[in-house]
């Protein structure tokens, strides 16, 4: 080994004082290099990947902001805003069509007031006789009535035109108020809750025709009305006769009066 050093040192002493210099500096480019690849690449190494690190989480960030901005942005518009603003409409709607509907039942005969009116009425014709008073169920005003067809009605008991008129109101009343009421629904076909009630009283009378059409004539003249149902005359010994007569109210309440 000393002898290699020997050598070597002998090698270098012929050397002329420009190729020493030439392999001092190649010494020193290979102690340095050997430095760089010993203790300065691996640190350079992990300075790249944790700068790589820090760009990917800086860019997660602004994923995430971004997502976060255009969820709070989502949350700035009220999604039930075109829901609210329906249901306004809707209530709109529905209290003009009930004021229409009570100015319709303030023209007509309280459900509790049906039954006394009619014995007044009764009363100041003593010569008809009352055979039966009943009440009818209480019915919405969509549905069909359902009694028989007369066989046989005294001329003079069809309705008035007044009358046809009020009732045709109060059906497309009620019609445009339950089109406003009924809101789209996804749990079914759910039946609609009547907006008007009918309200009927069947009584059967026994007297004279005359006194009949006496009857039906001040039922005519009631400043508040009511709707005829059916009047059904049957001929008896002259000149008694037996007139079965059904009477209509409307009311906003289901609820049937006490007799």
Known sequence: MKEQWI?????????S?????MVLAAAFAALVFLMYQLALAPQYARHKALRLQIEQQHKQAGNIDAEVNAKVAAFAIDPDMESRRRIVELRRSIETESGALRAVQHGLVAPQKMVPLLEQILRANMRLRLLSLK????????????????????PGFANATSREEVQTSVAMATQHAAQGAAAPSAMGQAKQR???YRHGVELVLQGSYLDML?????????PQQLFW???????????????????????????????
């Open 135 to 154: 009440t009818l169920p209480v019915s919405g005003l969509s549905e069909p009535l359902t009694y028989a067809k007369p066989a046989s009605v005294a």
């Open 17 to 21: 004082l420009r190729e020493r210099g």
């Open 7 to 15: 050598k070597l040192a002998a090698r270098i002493d012929a050397l």
């Open 229 to 259: 149902g059916r009047a059904e005359l049957q001929a008896g010994s002259y000149p008694e006769a037996k007139l079965t007569l059904t009477l209509y109210t409307l009311s906003l309440d289901d609820k049937w009066m006490t007799l």
């Open 194 to 196: 009547e907006l008007l």
């Open 214 to 222: 006496a009857y039906m004539e001040a039922l005519e003249r009631l």
